[in-house]
Antibody
Framework: QLQLQESGSGLVKPSQTLSLTCAVS??????????WSWIRQPPGKGLEWIGY???????YYNPSLKSRVTISVDRSKNQFSLKLSSVTAADTAVYYC????????????WGQGTLVTVSS | EIVLTQSPGTLSLSPGERATLSCRAS???????LAWYQQKPGQAPRLLIY???SRATGIPDRFSGSGSGTDFTLTISRLEPEDFAVYYC???????????FGPGTKVDIK
C-alpha cells in the first residue's frame, strides 16, 4: 500500500526558505503513470495546488507561486522535495504531498500533511 | 485559468437525507479531469470521485458524481454520520498545466 510522509521544518522565519521532503513507501517514485505534487491549506481555508513534477522530471507550478517554488525528486531515496523561498506569514499552512494519476490528473494518495508556520 | 465555484457554501442536513453538491467551472472542463474529495477535520483530503463519475477504490456506492461541460454534481444518496465533512471539487487544465480546487462545501449536521 502506497504511503507518503512529509517531513521538514515546522517553523520558518520570514524571508527564509521553506524546505519539505515527501518520502514515498510501498511503491516506486519512478513508476510510470504518475506525477508527484505539493498542495497547501492555510488554517481554516481551502486547498491550493503548489506544483508537481512529472515522471520525466518536468515541473509545473502554480503561476501565483512560480517565482518562489522548486520541486525536485531524488529517485535514489524514493522521495521528492519542495522549496519555497522568501516566505511570509501568508505561507503559513498545512503542506501536503500527493501522488497524481497521469490520466485524469487526480490526486489518489495523500500524505497526512505537515504544518509549517512562518514567524520570527 | 479556470475558476471553480461550489455551492452551497454550507449544507445542513440530517443523517439519512440526500445531499446534492454543485461545482461550476468558469469554462468548459473535460469530464476526464474533474474529481471530488472529502476532507474531515485534521485529516488529509480523500479522493472520492475521478473522471466526474468514477468512484475511487473503497468508496461506498452512496457517493456518485455526474455532470459535464461547466456543471458537475456530487450526490450522497443517504448521509451517514461519517459523511459530515468538507467536499472539494478539482479540475486539471492543460494551458498551462495546472490543478485547481473549488472553495469547498461543508456538509454539517442539522
Amino acid at each position: 500500500q502506497l504511503q507518503l510522509q512529509e517531513s521538514g521544518s515546522g517553523l520558518v522565519k520570514p524571508s527564509q526558505t521553506l524546505s519539505l521532503t515527501c518520502a514515498v513507501s510501498g511503491g516506486s517514485i519512478s513508476s510510470g503513470g504518475y506525477s508527484w505534487s505539493w498542495i497547501r491549506q492555510p488554517p481554516g481555508k481551502g486547498l491550493e495546488w503548489i506544483g508537481y513534477i512529472y515522471h520525466s522530471g518536468s515541473t509545473y507550478y502554480n503561476p501565483s507561486l512560480k517565482s518562489r517554488v522548486t520541486i525536485s525528486v531524488d529517485r535514489s531515496k524514493n522521495q521528492f522535495s519542495l522549496k519555497l523561498s522568501s516566505v511570509t506569514a501568508a505561507d503559513t499552512a498545512v503542506y501536503y504531498c500527493a501522488r497524481v494519476h497521469f490520466y485524469g490528473d487526480y490526486l489518489d494518495n495523500w500524505g497526512q500533511g505537515t504544518l509549517v508556520t512562518v514567524s520570527s | 485559468e479556470i475558476v471553480l465555484t461550489q455551492s452551497p457554501g454550507t449544507l445542513s442536513l440530517s443523517p439519512g437525507e440526500r445531499a446534492t453538491l454543485s461545482c461550476r467551472a468558469s469554462q468548459s472542463v473535460s469530464s476526464s479531469y474533474l474529481a471530488w474529495y472529502q476532507q474531515k477535520p485534521g485529516q488529509a483530503p480523500r479522493l472520492l470521485i475521478y473522471g466526474a463519475s468514477s468512484r475511487a477504490t473503497g468508496i461506498p456506492d452512496r457517493f456518485s458524481g455526474s455532470g459535464s461541460g461547466t456543471d458537475f454534481t456530487l450526490t450522497i444518496s443517504r448521509l451517514e454520520p461519517e459523511d459530515f465533512a468538507v467536499y472539494y471539487c478539482q479540475q486539471y487544465g492543460s494551458s498551462p498545466p495546472m490543478i485547481t480546487f473549488g472553495p469547498g462545501t461543508k456538509v454539517d449536521i442539522k
